[in-house]
């Protein structure tokens, strides 16, 4: 009976089950935000932010399900994007030179910008768009993550390819990784498989594996400029009782009600 209830529940698509993320990255001919399935790597548009993009950052927010992005050297300014059609809508301006990088960490709810030029660590106002400086790392992150699995900031100087956790304290950097070059480019982290992707100008997906020295393995390449990046799991969260949503099953005098699948998005930029 055990096993026969369980078949009824898969069959019937009840059991919950996880399903592999997505990343959002912006093309930067057209300014257009783009999909990536993690799984097919196939590229899908969603549509044109309608504001100038030059070397921006994109984080996701899980607890607000709200995508935000810097736009680099466009407007200076902190946006929101539609996650349909990619529009943006302006929140503030930050002003800073050369600010690259955006995470969203999860955990204490802070979005993070990190700057190039000069090089700094900024907490960012969601209300505003106003930047308050941390620290200074002494070095670039062009791309910027948060790891949700170990609560930290890893960031990714463009040039030399090099990892490094930032202190949210002071943005002191520390080395995780001697890389290769990298151009400009967009840092995300996949909670699911434990991996840190990067989207450069130069038109290369990257993935770094932190249980293996932070190994580069080059996915794709040839696919023109490319900057910003992060990372929403899809996840089928554990049913919640709908009756109306299917018939009853009658099973050998056992009867089954239909419960519905609810989705929610989470992230780890």
Known sequence: MKHLFLAGLISLGFVASAQAGTLYAVRETGDVLVSIDTNTLAFTDIGALGVTYDFGGLAYDPNSDT?????????????????NTGAASLIGSHGITDLFGLAFDSTNNVLYGSGESPSGLYTMNIATGAASLVGDPGVGADGLSYDSKNDRLVGNEAGPGDLYELNRSTGAATLLFDGAFTNNNGMAYDPENDLFWAIDWSGNLYTYDPNNGYARTTQLSGLGAYDGLTYITASVVNPVPEPSTFALLGMGGLALVGYGVRRKRQQAA
């Open 67 to 83: 995508l935000y992005m810097i736009d680099g050297r466009g407007a200076e300014s902190l946006y929101t994007v539609d996650q």
